[in-house]
C-alpha cells in the first residue's frame, strides 16, 4: 500500500527598509516557489520512506529510508541532510561495539565477522548510513538489537511526528484490510444460509454458514483492535473519510437546539482550541475509552481527561460511555464503542416507540429529529428517545440508523453503500 503526498506552497517574504536618503522603495525579492513530495510504503517486514524538498534556487533535500527484515537478514539504507549526522553517529556510539568501530576514508565503520564470515556492518557517511545483519550467523538477540536500533535511526531521520503518522496510517492499512475481509466472509455466510433455505435442507449447509459467520467475527474484532491502536495514533479509516465527505453526517446548525450533543461539542471543541489541543475546530479526532482521552493522535494528562470528562458528566454522557467523535469542517461521525443495546431494545419496546425487538425495523438517529421506517416520530417520542440513547452509551447524530435486520440480528452506526457498516453489528442468529 502505498501514500502520495504532494504540496505546492507559495511562501511571500516582504522586506521592508527605511532610509533618510532613498527615493524610491526597493524592489521586493522574487517569491520563491516551493516543492515538497512525501511517500512512504510498508509491510509486515519492509518499509520505506521518502521525503524530498526543493526550491526555485535549486536547493534540494533529500531523505529516505528503506528497511528490509527478512528471516535471514536485516538491512537499512538512509539518506538523510547533513544535520542529522552527529545525533545518528551519537545513537550508534551508544549501541554499537566499540571495539568493532573504526574509520575509513571519512566513514564510521562498525564491522564484526564470525570464522571469516561477515556478521554484521554498519557504514555511517555525512549523509548515508547503511546497516546489514546476517541472521543466519547472529544471535537472536543482536537481531532484535539491530531491529530497534533501526527503528530509533528512522525516528531521528524522518521525525517522532512522521514517524507516528506512518505507524498510524500502517495500522489503519491493516485494520480496514481486516475489515473488507470480515465483510466479505460474513456475505459467504450469508450466501450460504440463502441457499440452505432454498434447498431445504440443511445441517451441513448450516454449520458451513456458522463457521464463516465465526469467522467473519473474529476478523471484525482483530480489525477493530488495530483500528483502535491506529485512532489512538491519529489514524482514520478509508471508511471514516468517506462518511465525512458524505452529505448525510453534515450539521444543520438551524436544526440543533434540542440535540443534546451540539451543546457538548460546541462546549468541547471551544476547550480543545483554548488548550491548544487542536490546530482547527474543523479537523478533530476525539476519543475517549476506557485507556483514556486521546486528541488527533495525543493522549491527554490525567488532569485534561478529568476536565473533558467532567463536560461530558454535567451533559449526562456518563463516565463510561465510550465513542470517538470525528469532525471535518461541517461534517461529524460518532461511533459508539460500548453501546448497551440489549438495554435499548428492551427500553424501546417499553416505552412503545417499537412494538418488538423481533420485528424488522429501522431508526434515524439523527439528533435532531427521528425516523421509524421513514417516517418522522413525534416531538414527545424523540425526547424519549434522546433520553433512551443517552441511558444506553448511544449518542445519536447526522447519518446514524439503528436497525432490526431480523430477531437478534442488527446494527448501530452508518451504513455505506449496500455492504458495509461501520459501528456495531452483531448476528446472532
Not at 524530498?52 to 537478514?73: G, I
Not at 479526532?285 to 491527554?300: A, C, P, S
Not at 438517529?365 to 428517545?385: D, E, M, R, V
Request: proline residues 2%; glycine residues 4%.
Amino acid at each position: 500500500m502505498k501514500t502520495i503526498i504532494k504540496i505546492k506552497l507559495g511562501i511571500i517574504a516582504l522586506l521592508s527598509t527605511i532610509s533618510l536618503n532613498a527615493q524610491t522603495p526597493p524592489n521586493p525579492p522574487k517569491t520563491p516557489s516551493v516543492h515538497i513530495s512525501e511517500h512512504s510504503d510498508s509491510s509486515t517486514n519492509n518499509s520505506s520512506y521518502s521525503y524530498s524538498h526543493s526550491d526555485s534556487d535549486n536547493k534540494k533535500s533529500n531523505v529516505s529510508v528503506s528497511v528490509n527484515n527478512s528471516e535471514n537478514s536485516y538491512s537499512l539504507r538512509a539518506k538523510f541532510p547533513e544535520e542529522k549526522y552527529n545525533e545518528i553517529k551519537e545513537v550508534l556510539i551508544n549501541e554499537m561495539n566499540k571495539k568493532n568501530h573504526s574509520v575509513l576514508k571519512g566513514k564510521d565503520i562498525w564491522s564484526s565477522d564470525s570464522n571469516g564470515e561477515e556478521v554484521y556492518e554498519v557504514s555511517l557517511s555525512k549523509k548515508k548510513l547503511s546497516m546489514y545483519l546476517d541472521k543466519d550467523i547472529a544471535s537472536s538477540s543482536l537481531a532484535e538489537k539491530f531491529k530497534n536500533l533501526g527503528i530509533t535511526i528512522r525516528t531521528v531521520i524522518v521525525g517522532k511526528e512522521n514517524e507516528a503518522r506512518r505507524e498510524a496510517a500502517r495500522l489503519q492499512r491493516e485494520a480496514d484490510k481486516l475489515r473488507r475481509d470480515s465483510e466479505r466472509m460474513q456475505r459467504e455466510a450469508q450466501r450460504i444460509e440463502r441457499e440452505a433455505q432454498r434447498v431445504k435442507t440443511s445441517e451441513r449447509y448450516r454449520n458451513d454458514a456458522r463457521r464463516f459467520s465465526d469467522e467473519a467475527k473474529r476478523l471484525a474484532d482483530e480489525a477493530s483492535r488495530l483500528n483502535t491502536r491506529a485512532s489512538h495514533k491519529g489514524g482514520i479509516s478509508s471508511y471514516i473519510r468517506m462518511l465525512l465527505q458524505d452529505v448525510k453526517t453534515q450539521i444543520n446548525e438551524s436544526l440543533v437546539n434540542n440535540w443534546n450533543w451540539s451543546t457538548i461539542q460546541k462546549e468541547i471543541l471551544n476547550n480543545l482550541e483554548n488548550d491548544n489541543l487542536v490546530d482547527s475546530k474543523n479537523d478533530v479526532v476525539f476519543i475517549k475509552d476506557e485507556t483514556g482521552f486521546y486528541i488527533n493522535g495525543e493522549q491527554l494528562s490525567k488532569n485534561m481527561a478529568s476536565k473533558y470528562n467532567s463536560i461530558l458528566t454535567k451533559n449526562k454522557v456518563s463516565s463510561t460511555n465510550y465513542f470517538t467523535f470525528y469532525k471535518r469542517n461541517q461534517n461529524i461521525v460518532l461511533v459508539n464503542n460500548n453501546a448497551n443495546i440489549d438495554g435499548f431494545l428492551r427500553d424501546l419496546v417499553s416505552n412503545k416507540i417499537i412494538e418488538s425487538d423481533r420485528k424488522k425495523v429501522k431508526l434515524e438517529l439523527n439528533g435532531t429529529s427521528f425516523y421509524k421506517n421513514n417516517s418522522k416520530i413525534s416531538s414527545s417520542q424523540s425526547n424519549t428517545l434522546n433520553s433512551l440513547l443517552l441511558k444506553n452509551n448511544i449518542i445519536p447524530a447526522p447519518g446514524k440508523i439503528f436497525e432490526i435486520i431480523k430477531p437478534d440480528n442488527y446494527k448501530l452506526g452508518y451504513s455505506i453503500g449496500g455492504r458495509t457498516h461501520i459501528g456495531t453489528w452483531s448476528m446472532k442468529n
